[in-house]
Each structure stands twice: as C-alpha cells, then as structure tokens.
C-alpha cells in the first residue's frame, strides 16, 4: 500500500478520490474554505480569502478568454494562492516528504505539485502526478 498525498484546490475533485483512499494510504490537502466531504484523512491548506476588490475583479475577467489569461498570470489566480498557503505550511512540507506519491487533483493544484518538485523544503523520494489513474498506475509501478 502506497503512502499517496493529493493537493486539491476545489471541492468537485475530492470526491474523485474516494477509489484512490480506498486502495492506498491517502492525505488530501485542500484550502481551508474547502469542505473535506467524507475523505477520512484531510489537512486544510490555510488559503486566505480574496478581498472582496480582487474577487469583484476575478468575477469580471472570467467573462472573457483574454481576462482570464490575465488572472492566471497574476497572483489573484487560485493556483498561485494554493501554492503560496502550501508553500509556507511546515506540516504540509512534512507530509510531502513522506510520501510515495503526491497527485495533482485537479487543473489549479497542477502548479503547486509542479512548483513542489522544483523546491528543495519537498525534497523526497515521491513521485508526481496528475490525476487519479496516474497515481493507480504510479502505485503499481512503485509495488513492483
């Protein structure tokens, strides 16, 4: 069994990782404003709340493909803000170097499982991914 840890940053993609902890040892982390669901093993990532400014302004650019460009590149984008609260979390560093595996549930915690690999504090013997058919095939490979 492995030792997976999944970085989710919406709530639509912890209830995709139900198959997942029922096969392997899983931690999910999720922003705090994140409901866990029924995942038994959920660490809150501390995610501060945009400002009621940058949310109007995130709101307004999502109405448009050059406006939500804009946002990806900026630091009000949600993968950059998960990024920053994982970043900056002790406990999280530990969990990561603990694992066999770290997936990337969805599109937003991309970044911050790719950031991981290119930081020296998540330095371990784990592998990345995204999704959760390529953490199954990870898994497999790593019990082989």
């Not at 840890?5 to 404003?33: C, F, M, Q, Y």
């Not at 709101?59 to 994982?86: E, K, M």
């Amino acid at each position: 069994m492995s030792r997976v840890v999944a970085v989710v940053s919406h709530p639509g993609a912890v209830e995709a990782l139900a198959d997942l902890a029922a096969e392997h040892d899983l931690t999910v982390i999720v922003p705090g404003d994140v409901a866990p669901g029924t995942m038994p093993h959920t660490y809150p990532a501390a995610v501060p709340v945009r400002a009621p400014v940058a949310a109007r302004i995130v709101s307004a650019a999502q109405r448009s493909a050059i406006g939500r460009n804009l946002v990806r590149i900026s630091p009000l984008d949600q993968s950059r803000r998960l990024w920053r609260a994982v970043r900056d979390d002790p406990r999280i560093a530990d969990l990561i170097r603990s694992a066999d595996i770290v997936v990337a549930a969805d599109r937003d915690a991309v970044f911050t499982v790719w950031k991981m690999t290119r930081t020296r504090r998540f330095d371990g013997p784990w592998a990345a991914v995204f999704g959760v058919a390529a953490a199954r095939y990870a898994a497999a490979r790593s019990a082989t």
